[in-house]
């Protein structure tokens, strides 16, 4: 069993930067994947970044250059630093633990990143 509580959003001009972050709880060590979606309003929740335990990283296309995700294991906290933000940007973010070896979702409340133009 996992939960995920994220932090960090908010609301920031276009072309600035925000760092949210998701702290696990329960058997991280069983975490494999630890990523972040989003979902705006009438839209279908997408990929914006996930990190295997072994650090390796996958970004959708639109955010690639701009936004890092990273994962601190002794923390149990993945983040995801967002710069050079843009208005299509705004959702809310959700963050994604796959646990165990049939990967089982997990997902975190959401926390709402806007950003205005």
């Known amino acids: 069993q996992v939960q995920l509580v994220e ?3 908010g609301l920031v001009q276009a072309g600035g930067s925000l760092r949210v972050s998701c702290v696990a709880s329960g058997s991280f060590i069983s975490i494999s994947t630890m990523g972040w979606y989003r979902q705006a309003p009438g839209k279908q929740r997408e990929l ?5 335990s072994f650090s390796s990283a996958n970004y959708a ?7 890092t995700i990273s994962r601190d294991n002794a923390k149990n906290t993945v983040y995801l630093q967002m710069n050079g933000l843009k208005p299509e940007d705004t959702a809310v973010y959700y963050c994604n633990a796959k646990y165990g070896p049939m990967r089982l979702n997990y997902w975190g409340q959401g926390t709402q990143v806007t950003v205005s133009s």
């Open 7 to 9: 932090s960090g959003g």
């Open 61 to 67: 296309d639109s955010v690639k250059g701009r936004f």
């Open 48 to 52: 914006v970044a996930e990190i295997t």
